[in-house]
């Protein structure tokens, strides 16, 4: 499965990219606001670091401004990907780019029959938003589940990236159904890798090192 970063946060990225465990990056408005920069700052920052693909999301709402709007994003790197909202017009716009090989994530999904209508419209990602379905009492692994199984029956080619992710528990889910990326907030990223055993049982190995005798000269 890959990682990508849920985040514009450089710093964030620049961090777990020194890792080497990351696949990609994913922004919203949201969090390009968090910043406090210029979007074209923080979008060209982030292209210029990260090799893997990079999710940036258009503002528009009708089809052809849309367009406009990803003929300008994908200037800012060979790895751009546009980021659309899970509307007509939205998948609209997504064939269009499909045809001119403009890659797309689509975003803001939130059922399985939005997911297919974003696959046959030729998005490259569809972003389901399991966090957010979690809020309302809704199972959002289950829309992961149904995604799958759906895409798996026709041969659908979209990679699904579960978004909205809110800890590991569901970055482990995702992996269980062979979702093909986690996009994970910084705090979550640095929680994958831990666990109180593992600490528990370096600290004993360190303290027993120290009892063995060092070998004579
Ligand atoms: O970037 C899209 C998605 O991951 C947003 O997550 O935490 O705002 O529900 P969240």
Redesign the pocket.
């Known amino acids: 499965m890959k990682f990508f970063l ?1 985040t514009a946060n450089i710093d964030h990225i620049k961090q777990i990219y020194e890792l080497g465990l990351l696949d990609g990056v ?1 922004t ?1 408005p ?2 390009i606001a968090k910043t406090g920069k210029p979007f074209k700052v923080v979008f060209q920052e982030i292209c210029n670091l990260v090799k893997g693909p990079v999710s940036l999301e258009v503002v528009s709402t009708e089809s052809a401004k849309m367009i406009e709007e990803a003929h300008k994003l994908v200037e800012f790197g060979s790895n751009v990907v546009v980021k659309i909202p899970m509307t007509l017009e939205g998948l609209k716009a997504v064939k269009i780019l499909a045809e001119e090989g403009i890659k797309t994530n689509v ?1 803001l999904c939130f059922s399985p029959l939005q997911a297919l209508m974003a696959a046959k419209a030729k998005a490259t990602y569809i ?1 389901p ?1 399991i ?2 379905l979690d809020d309302y009492a809704h199972d959002g692994m289950e829309l992961v589940r149904e995604i799958k199984t759906i895409y798996d029956n026709y041969g659908f080619e979209t990679e699904i990236i579960v ?3 809110r800890h590991p528990l569901h970055i482990l889910d995702a992996a269980l159904l062979g979702a093909d990326i986690a ?1 994970v ?1 910084f705090d979550v990223f640095n929680k994958i890798s831990l666990h109180p055993l593992t600490e528990k049982g370096l600290d004993q190995f360190l303290q027993d090192w120290k009892k063995v005798p060092a070998e004579k000269a």
Do not use: E, K, V
């Open positions: 849920d994913t919203n949201s969090l975003t972003s938003f966090g957010r978004a909205s992710i996009t907030p």
